[in-house]
Nanobody
Framework: VQLVESGGGSVQSGGSLRLSCAAS????????MGWFRQAPGKEREKVAN???????IYADSVKGRFTISKDYAKNTLYLQMNNLKPEDTAMYYC?????????????????WGQGTQVTVSA
């Protein structure tokens, strides 16, 4: 599975960005895809994920501001980010993995993109 992110950039506080993650390679009937971020000097954190049933989970810090979605025809994952704050500044990574039967998304993902930088100025 290959993942390629795009859409990062620099915006002012309150602005919006949409990240994209194009997936290619092996496909699975049960899967999870997610967005993670890592700021300098901080641990990587999960931002949101979505499974093959369309179920989504968001980090508390982004609920109501970010929306994860997937275009199944284009095999592309999106993260719409609104009302961005300086604390959202980070490298954002797309990730994917298979979902086990009867389970939700894994805590550790096997496939990762190269990342796209998001910088929010006050």
């Amino acid at each position: 599975v290959q993942l390629v992110e795009s859409g990062g950039g620099s915006v002012q506080s309150g602005g919006s960005l949409r990240l994209s993650c194009a997936a290619s390679g092996d496909t699975y009937s049960r899967y999870c895809m997610g967005w993670f971020r890592q700021a300098p000097g901080k641990e990587r954190e999960k931002v949101a994920n979505i499974d093959d049933n369309g179920r989504t989970i968001y980090a508390d810090s982004v609920k109501g501001r970010f929306t994860i979605s997937k275009d199944y025809a284009k095999n592309t994952l999106y993260l719409q980010m609104n009302n961005l704050k300086p604390e959202d500044t980070a490298m954002y990574y797309c990730a994917a993995d298979r979902r086990q039967l009867g389970a939700y998304c894994p805590s550790v993902y096997s496939y990762w993109g190269q990342g796209t930088q998001v910088t929010v100025s006050a």
